[in-house]
């Protein structure tokens, strides 16, 4: 077995703490990343306080991960000891059903296995990216551009990827007017595509205070999403709405902003089901979408796309000591705009 040093919620809704455990030994197609660094995504603290589902603790979260390849198994091909490399938020799926063979394996028939809060194969839990190594499959491992600060890569592995796909899927392009709604590790990197793709691009927020940032991020327009005048002055003008919103919000609010047949697509994921008015949706056959991640090829083609671009997010570091401070700001709304856990120090 492999020894980890990790960081882990022991019981639902506890602190995060020292945590030691052991990985499976790497299988002739796993590698071992050392691991630099880790990204804290909402997901983390939704999962820790078992907002979804009922979790599997010790939970190790973090499914934003970069570091260097310390190990390969004799099967490895595309990665070589000393590489950069990738872990997001799935380290496996059957890779047999037909969203698999696609390249969707977010969308697995069977179910995509997940970085942390899950069990693998094997039937063992998965342990996430707060701590010193992980063994992945290198099927499952992200190649990471070199030319890029490596702790500011780390949230692209799910953040990035997760604004990247629904961009993408919804042939977002130059003459798109896109909607971002939140300005958190999500919005911000839905900011950078949309307006790296050509859009016109508006972020809707909460909070006045993030105005200037917005604008530096992406954002051709902000609008204060309890202004009702500002968002009607918006109505029917929207190709796609992109929603980030980690917590309960009025979805109605959204929906009259879309064009004949455009799309809200649902990526922030709060624990309560929210109440949608069928009358937007009649009136001009608007949608409300959800999208997932992303599967790993079009995960690897947003990682070059950031590299061409010099596309990477705006991060804090924070150190392995802090990271229920971090959470505590995170649910208080108070990060710009990814909290990212340097690993490495901590070894
Ligand atoms: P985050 O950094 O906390 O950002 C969330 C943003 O939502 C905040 O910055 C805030 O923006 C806005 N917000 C928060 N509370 C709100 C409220 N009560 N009403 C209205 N707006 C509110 O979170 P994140 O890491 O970007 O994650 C966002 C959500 O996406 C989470 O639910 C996460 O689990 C989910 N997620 C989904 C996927 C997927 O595959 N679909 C992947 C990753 C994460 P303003 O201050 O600008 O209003
Ligand atoms: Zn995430
Ligand atoms: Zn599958």
Redesign the pocket.
């Known amino acids: 077995m492999i020894s980890s040093k990790g960081f882990a919620a022991k019981t639902v809704k506890s602190h995060i703490e020292p945590f030691n455990f052991e990985r499976r030994d790497p299988l002739p197609s796993d590698m071992v990343i050392t691991i630099e660094f880790c990204g804290i995504?909402?997901?983390d603290l939704?999962q820790v306080n078992d907002d979804w589902f009922p979790g599997i603790f010790p939970m190790v979260p973090g499914h934003e991960i970069v570091g260097r390849v310390s190990q390969v198994g004799s099967a490895v091909k595309k990665f070589k000891v000393g590489d950069l490399a990738g872990v997001g938020?799935m380290v496996d799926s059957c890779r047999q059903c037909a969203p698999c063979k696609a390249g969707l394996e977010?969308y697995c028939d069977v179910g995509m296995i997940l970085t942390y809060n899950a069990r693998d194969q094997q039937g063992n839990p998965t342990y996430g990216g707060y701590a010193n190594n992980i063994v992945v499959d290198e099927a499952f491992a992200l190649r990471v551009p070199a030319n890029l600060d490596l702790a500011a890569v780390a949230p692209l592995l799910?953040?990035g990827i997760?604004t990247y796909s629904p961009l993408h899927h919804w042939k977002v392009g130059k003459h798109s007017k896109v909607g971002i709604?939140?300005?958190?590790?999500?919005?911000h990197m839905g900011l950078k595509f949309a307006h790296a793709l050509g859009a016109h691009v508006v972020?809707?927020?909460?909070?006045a205070r993030?105005k200037d940032d917005a604008l530096r991020l992406g954002a051709n327009e902000v609008v204060l999403?309890n202004d009702a005048n500002a968002m009607q002055k918006h109505a029917a003008s929207f190709d796609l709405i992109l929603d980030?919103?980690?917590?309960?919000?009025d979805l109605n609010a959204l929906t009259p902003l879309l064009k004949l047949d455009a799309t809200l697509v649902?990526?922030?994921?709060?624990d309560r089901p929210a109440a949608v008015s069928a009358f937007p949706l009649i009136m001009k056959r608007r949608s409300i979408a959800?999208?997932?991640?992303g599967g790993i090829q079009e995960t690897q083609e947003m990682l070059d796309f950031c590299g061409q671009h010099n596309i990477v997010s705006d991060i804090e570091i924070v150190p392995t000591t802090k990271i229920n401070e971090a959470y505590k700001r995170?649910?208080a709304?108070d990060?710009k705009?990814?909290f990212v856990i340097d690993i490495a120090r901590a070894q």
Do not use: W
């Open positions: 995504c909402h997901s939704h938020c977010q799910c953040a997760t709604v939140g300005l958190g590790g999500l919005g972020l809707f927020s909460t909070s993030k999403s980030t919103v980690s917590a309960d919000h649902l990526v922030g994921a709060p959800g999208s997932g991640i995170l649910l709304n990060v705009y990814r």
